[in-house]
Nanobody
Framework: QVQLVESGGGLVQAGDSLRLSCAAS????????MGWFRQAPGKEREFVAA????????YYADSVKGRFTISRDNVKNTVYLQMNSLKPEDTAIYYC????????????????WGQGTQVTVSS
C-alpha cells in the first residue's frame, strides 16, 4: 500500500526558506508523478509543483515559479519542495500526492495523499 509522509513545515517570517519532504513507500515510483498541493483556509486545494519521477521533469504553478524547487531522491524515495522567499500568501497546509503516469495539475487525478504539513508565513 502506498504511503506518503510529509514533514518540514513550520512558522517562518516573510522572506525565509523552508524545505518540505515527502517520504514515499509501498511501490516503485519510476512510472509515477509526484505533486505538491496546498490548501489555505476557505480555499480550494491548488497545484504547487510536480515532478515526473522517472525522467525528473518538473512543473510549477506561476505563483511559485522561481521561488520553489521540487526534486526527488531515488535512493531515499523522497520528494522535496524547497521554498525560498516565502510570502504570507504561501500560508497553507501542504500535501504531497502521487499518481500513475505523467503529471497533472488537478488534485482529482492523484490517487494517494499524505496527511499534510502546515506552513505559516508571518509578515
Amino acid at each position: 500500500q502506498v504511503q506518503l509522509v510529509e514533514s518540514g513545515g513550520g512558522l517562518v517570517q516573510a522572506g525565509d526558506s523552508l524545505r518540505l519532504s515527502c517520504a514515499a513507500s509501498g511501490r516503485t515510483f519510476n512510472s509515477d508523478a509526484m505533486g505538491w498541493f496546498r490548501q489555505a483556509p476557505g480555499k480550494e486545494r491548488e497545484f504547487v509543483a510536480a515532478i515526473n519521477w522517472g525522467v525528473g521533469s518538473t512543473y510549477y504553478a506561476d505563483s511559485v515559479k522561481g521561488r520553489f524547487t521540487i526534486s526527488r531522491d531515488n535512493v531515499k524515495n523522497t520528494v522535496y519542495l524547497q521554498m525560498n522567499s516565502l510570502k504570507p500568501e504561501d500560508t497553507a497546509i501542504y500535501y504531497c500526492a502521487v499518481r500513475r503516469g505523467t503529471y497533472s495539475r488537478s488534485p482529482d487525478r492523484f490517487s494517494y495523499w499524505g496527511q499534510g504539513t502546515q506552513v505559516t508565513v508571518s509578515s
